[in-house]
C-alpha cells in the first residue's frame, strides 16, 4: 500500500484502501465529520454494482439471475439505510460506538 499505511484505515481499523489486479477502492476513512469525506461508502459500491447490473437488463444480457442479484443487492441497501437511521436514532451515527439493532 505505501509508507503511511495508517492514513488509509477504516473507522474500524480495518483497511479502507482495497486494491487488486482490476480493483481499487478507496473507503472513507476517519469520521467524515472530523475529517471531512475522502473516500466511498459500502452504499456506494452496491450502488455502482447495481448500475451495471441493470444496464446489463437492458440489453440482450438480462436475465433471471441478474434480477436475483438486483433483489439481494436492493436488500443490502436497505438492511445499510436501516443501520444508518438506528445509529442517527440512537445518536451514535459517525462514531465507534455500538447501536442497538
Known sequence: MGENMEKYRHIDGSDALVETDFVRILFQHGSPNEVGVNGCRVEDVID??????????????ACEENATALYHLQ??????????????????LGDRSVHQS
Request: no cysteine; glycine share 6%; hydrophobic share 40%.
Open 75 to 92: 436488500m443490502a441497501r436497505e438492511a445499510l439505510l436501516l443501520r444508518r437511521r438506528r445509529r442517527e436514532q440512537q445518536g451514535v
Open 48 to 61: 455502482i454494482l447495481t448500475q451495471k447490473l441493470l444496464d446489463f437488463q437492458g440489453r440482450e444480457l
